[in-house]
């Protein structure tokens, strides 16, 4: 598994040149950032692909943030208990207007944190 030469308690994100598995990775100063005190090392390093996949798909691809003519003020969330699912979730909350309805096939007592409508 890459692991950052920075820093410790930092995190980036970081491509292979190529296909092969690397042991250390260095990363450049610019693409990593502090991380939160209230993460543990392994949750920090996955916020970022997961909010960078809920960015991408949601907010630049899909715009949820743009009204739909004849369309409700809601939003369905497929498997929201999930990584990306439970990120899309709070950026929804926190970011549009939107009732935001999400389904999940296990316990969804995180979601239910997370401020998903019943």
Sequence with gaps: MPQA???????GSWTPPDSRRRQRADLRQKRESPKPPSLS?????AVPLTAITTWETHFD?????????GAGNAILFIGGAGGVGS??????????DLVV?????????????DGVSA
Excluded: F, K, Y
């Design 87 to 96: 990120m899309a979730i709070q950026l929804a909350r926190q970011l549009t």
């Design 41 to 45: 090392h392994a949750e920090s390093a």
């Design 61 to 69: 691809r899909l715009n949820v943030r743009r009204p739909v003519p």
């Design 5 to 11: 030469s920075g820093p410790r308690g930092h995190c």
């Design 101 to 113: 309805i999400a389904t999940a096939s296990r316990d969804c007592a995180t979601a239910d944190d």
